[in-house]
């Protein structure tokens, strides 16, 4: 018996019995020989955790555009984030935590420069429109490993593409995600920006607090404690009570913070460098890697820009724009 075979041995004897078994995937698109030592969702995960796009995230906006202070969250931390929220649900309901983790960790990875402030840029700009999530989906299977993409499993595909909004996903484990994100981005953005002085804790309204505690730390565990009490043979929830305060503080956060002037005064501008940036390479696709120039043959300019700078990091996507834009000084030699 391979080290592998005894992980899935012991999957079947400690996870719940709605949990997805490693060896019961649906598979990948192209099929591989199993590996000696990792299950199939910890293959995924390690993929996801190696990725170049992975790590790119460290240098993506979460709310807050090229903050000045080292402690404001980025795509990355969020990321992280998710994934502890998610796997601590995910063990408590003994469900799958590789597959769990790895569709946490993937979530994000197609998510634009400067975060949804880019992202609305380019769902205007490109053809048919954009989203994170779906092209969080297009890293995964396509731009990775220069157009190889990662091959990831049927199951951590299928929690990417639903992690936010539309169908739940179809294994609990991904439905556990789409909540962690949640739970983890109002938590970590009332932080943010009582940091950054848009908030103050007395503004959070009463009724949410009062009931989900006063701290990010209480209000984290308590609606994870409210999942776990509620969520029964595979259905993931959270307690009338909790979810009605969890939403009451997520719409106060979307009537305050994610529109507030200081918050976004910076969006403006971003609209116009990823409207010229889009703009020039469409028109001028030979000014593209060459990876990205082999899209544009392929599937179109579009498309092709679309990827590209989805995939830019803020600073890279500034610095491009300098170049592109920017008078350069002389060099006299």
Known sequence: MTVRERTEEIERQTLAPFATLSENSRGRVRPEKPDELRPVFQRDRDRVIHCKAFRLLKQKTQVFLSPDGDLYRTRLTHTLEVSQIARTISRALRLNEDLTEAIALAHDLGHTPFGHAGERALNRLAPGGFTHYGQSLRVVDLLEKNGAGLNLTWEVRNGIITHTKGTWAATPEGRVVRYADQIAYVNHDIEDAIRAGVLNESMLPRDAVDVLGHSKSARITTMIRSMVEHS?????????????????????????????????????????????????????????????????????????????????????????????FVPQKWHVL
């Open 232 to 324: 029964k043979d595979g259905t993931i929830t959270a307690g009338s009570e909790e979810n009605e305060a969890f939403l009451l503080l997520k719409d106060f956060m979307y009537q305050t913070v994610y529109v507030d002037k200081i918050a976004k005064a910076e969006e403006q501008k971003v609209e116009k460098l990823v409207t010229e940036l889009y703009e020039r390479l469409v028109a001028h696709p030979e000014l593209l890697p060459n990876f990205y120039m082999q899209l544009a043959y392929c599937e179109g300019p579009d498309r092709a820009v679309t990827d590209y700078i989805s995939g830019m990091s803020d600073e890279f996507a500034i610095r491009t724009f300098e170049t592109l």
